[in-house]
């Protein structure tokens, strides 16, 4: 079995924001569908602390949330240059209108009531838009270097067989740039969302990739909740 075949399951985690119930779970549902990890928030400041935790692909982003509005929390995050892509959420004429007033760029909107595979369709033409097709990356880091095109990693000379769980959580924390990622980033990177009650299973992946890594390994611990690869550069 090749270990690192399974990754590709999933398209990204999608945020939805999304404060009526029904409505979330429509979207929920016919996203995952398609392959997207999906993680909800009813209320624009959860969105803002939720996009900047597990750095979603996309954000489905209704205008009209109690408090903090959609418009707000998008422009709240272009204010600190997160250009994450924004599929907007609109029920009424002058909401098209602020949205459109906003010079969004790649971002694009749907309105109530809106069929959930137009939507689906939006979210896809957004990414499109956003980023075209990734360019595989060989990432190095201490005496690790991963190639996203072969999938393959080498730990000082040798070959090293990872899972697809192990090569996805490796290639997130090399990715970072030497931030510290938190355990539920992580999760959304390695399986397309986050799962509060199983953190832990995250220490365990990390645990044996560690393990098969050896003395390369180059996995920081941050204060018992993050980790970090410090020195991760782009070759
Ligand atoms: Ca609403």
Known sequence: MDPVQAEDGTRGLVLVVEDEPAIADVQRRYLTQEGFGVHVERDGDGALDAVRRLRPVAVVLDVGLPGRDGVSVCRALRAEDDWTPVVFVTARDDEVDRVLGLELGADDYVTKPFSPRELVARVKAV??????????????????RL????????AGSDPVALTATEFALLRALMKAGGRAVERT?????AWGQADYTGSRTVDVHVAQLRAKLGEHSPIETVRGVCYRVPTAARA
């Open 185 to 189: 980033e992580l999760m959304a990177s």
């Open 127 to 144: 990414l499109r838009r956003h980023d075209g097709p990734p360019v595989p990356a060989v990432l190095e880091a201490g005496g690790v």
């Open 147 to 154: 190639d996203e095109g072969a999938r393959t990693v080498v």
